[in-house]
């Protein structure tokens, strides 16, 4: 069974950049869809980005797109988000999760294996 652990998290001034990775271990990531979510104090956890497993599709929330990119390096068991021009309300509980199938879908129960998350403040 996979399992995930986030880095790259912290605080980071509004405006700011910074990149998150998710690596994985026991088993190889290329055959699953991966997704970013986020949780924010006293609200449900929200999609974030997905990749499809080949890498060539990709969905974003409407919140993000334009300024989060998600990658991932299949032969380093790797996914990345690397997130720009950061706004406090981006201030959250980042986590990673692999998908039970190969589309990047923005729905949580497509996710079967969840990183323990990683926080990310953005001062104002």
């Known amino acids: 069974q996979v399992q995930l652990v986030e880095s790259g998290g912290g605080l980071v001034q509004a405006g700011g950049s910074l990149r998150l990775s998710c690596a994985a271990s026991?088993?190889?990531?290329?055959?699953?869809?991966m997704g970013w979510f986020r949780q924010a104090p006293g609200k449900e956890r929200e999609f974030v980005a997905a990749i499809s497993w080949s890498g060539d599709n990709t969905n974003y929330a409407d919140s993000v797109r334009g300024r989060f990119t998600i990658s991932r390096d299949n032969a380093k068991n790797t996914v990345f988000l690397q997130m720009n021009s950061l706004k406090p309300e981006d201030t959250a509980v980042y986590y990673c999760a692999a998908g039970s199938g190969h589309y990047p879908s923005n729905a949580p129960l497509a996710y079967r294996t969840w990183g323990p998350g990683i926080q990310v403040t953005v001062s104002s």
């Open positions: 026991g088993r190889t990531l290329s055959t699953y869809a």
